[in-house]
């Protein structure tokens, strides 16, 4: 990659054309085009500097970590910490908060399920203020990707407390008047998007928040569509947990993040018991080790994680603020195209009000896998059905829409293409002009 000047604001295209030459997969053809990927809101692509960082610890340190006395192990170790500590840094928080673990979804299922051991008397005393029952609610909001929304409906079924919504206004935004009803003397734990998946729509992260402190209750944040597109500070945010996942941000698969803030951590009982999170084990009872180890039980995900600090590398050196300027200037091609196309109607935020750079939408007459399909043949990737957010599409009366997600590798002449496809869509089968 070579950046003309990042100092300056703006990515240019020929800054884009050079730094998509690090991506080995943007060069493959599918069905006989060049793969136009779209879908990097699922999962996006690994520059090479990803893919190597995992190769050369394969090649030259791999081994576990926090056990074994050889050299390797300490070379491991190591890199594996120094990959926390870059993480940490990359999201404005300390080396000891953040905590590994397999993706987005588990960072969540983490905080759920420690709360529900501390409902269920775990922790002692320095949990108690986890504990939930009877008369506690849980506010989430009818965005939520079901990653943050499950994990909460089952917590509510364990201990007893109850869940509670924020709903959506029509054009796609969390209705905060109603936020403000429903966030109340009860609410013990908020948990919400920063970005909606589906719609692109960036919530206000320091107004929840501050609901949820001004009655006491803690805050989550489900970062996984923000923390790979925007400059993120946590600290700032004033959040109490928050949860992303590498694979979306130019890492590998099988390692996400869970930040929670030190003296929450330190207060918080495990989810997953067993090997390396412990002091001192008798046959009836365990000592744990303070938080991260305390959570991070079992061999760990050490490639991964060091494949993620070498992408939270390669995000640094692009330029966070430049990569989020360059997602909203695709975000607005793509929206503004897409409602100059009969038949289509595209949810969320309309033209001109923030959104990431992301597009869902429902074909008039065709449905969403049919849509998929027929941009597949042409190469470009897309991802349809419900993007795991069924209550939202419910919302908005679809069961299933078409997204297109951008990267910093996405170029404007791909949105082009994509969009001059989508034209062709309702003609091809039969519907529409
Ligand atoms: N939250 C949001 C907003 C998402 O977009 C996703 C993934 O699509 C998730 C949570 C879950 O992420 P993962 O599947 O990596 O755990």
Redesign the pocket.
Known sequence: MTLADPTTRALTTEEVDSLRRDFPILRERVNGHPLVYLDS??TSQRPRAVIDAEVDFAEHHNSAVHRGAHTLAAEATELFEDARTTVASFVGVGHDEIVWTS????AINLVAYAMSNASAGRGGEAAERFRLGEGDEIVVTEME?H??LIPWQELAARTGASLRVIPLTDAGTLDLEEAARVIGDRTRLVCY?HVS?VLGTVNPVEKLTALAHSVGALALL?A??SAPHRPLDLRALDVDFAAF?G??MLGPTGV?VLYGRAELLDALPPFLTGGSMITTVTLDHAEYLPAPQRFEAGTQRVSQAIGLAAAVRYLDSVGLDRVHDWESSLGRRLVAGLADIPGIRVLGPALGDERAGLASFDVDGVHAHDVGQYLDELGIAVRVGHH?AQPLHRRFGVTATTRASTYLYTTPDEVDTFLNAVADVRPFFGVGR
């Open positions: 809101g699922a993706n987005a979804t588990e990707h990653a943050n998007t998946n489900d996984c569509q996942s694979h979306k996400g795991c």
